[in-house]
């Protein structure tokens, strides 16, 4: 592979790309792709729901495919423009390498995404991963940001140890031995005892074929998102290792000036089930449509 790719082989890539598409094909609604020019390379975007409706820009979860993430957002298409790019440097079809989540790279990334669509502004949902490239836009340009909904959200606070150390584990026991079954139960942390068969290829595929997103987005600071004036709602997972809302609900009330609320998840876990984001998408699609005042901070 080139310079920078984060793939270990073309083989890697294909498999890759090919449970992309099944998984694209699995969604239950309509998509169209695109590929959009930024200044770091060509980013692949999906596209769905009614042209005339509000624009939504998802930003999907690390280190899985982005219909992975994506499908949680099922309600929302019958109203909402939903934009879902790739995330540079993650599983997918976006061109370029790995770029830093500790810097303006990632939010310069998505200025020039909006850009590229036409978009002088949107309403954002950052997943895991998601969220804190989130951040970095807000860092760099606030004003491309109508409303945003922040779900089980990277960059917000730092991961407990002992959770990190047990994901590695998972992840290095896996290149070693190439058994399934890590995989699976490493998914089990993160998604409860049934997780969607794909999101358990999805991750043996990046365990085996890329070089592994290890770097979490860093923590934001109030200081950084003072030019932030968007409403902005966060949800944590109440059975999330990565970021337990003891940690995210306190977190939300520090950093964001117009907090409109701040929840758990009741019973759901980092990566959502079907119920868990049927449930989301119903306490988020007024805020998302309707005026910015859905619930108390």
Known sequence: MGAGSIYRSDAARVAIEELYDRARDQLPFPTESRMVPTRFGETHVLVAGPPDGPPLVALQGGNVVNPLTLAWLGPLVATCRVYAPDTIGQPGKTQGPRRSANDSSLGDWV?????????????????????????????????????????????????????????????????????????????????????????IESTALAFAGTQLDTEMPRTATPEELAGLTAPVMVFAAERDPLFPPGRVIPRARELFSNLVAAETLSGCHHILDPACAAALCARIEPFLTGPADAGPG
């Not at 804190?132 to 730092?158: E, N, Q, W």
């Open 111 to 199: 200025v020039d995404v909006l850009d590229a669509l036409h978009l002088p502004s949107a309403a954002f949902i950052g997943a895991s991963y998601g969220a804190g490239v989130f951040l970095r836009l807000a860092s760099v340009a606030p004003k491309r940001i109508d409303r945003a909904v922040l779900v089980v959200p990277a960059g917000m606070t730092a991961v407990p140890v002992r959770s990190m150390l047990s994901l590695a584990a998972g992840y290095l026991s896996y290149r070693v031995l190439r058994r399934p079954g890590i995989a699976a139960a490493t998914v089990r942390q993160l998604a409860g005892p049934e997780p969607d068969p794909l999101m």
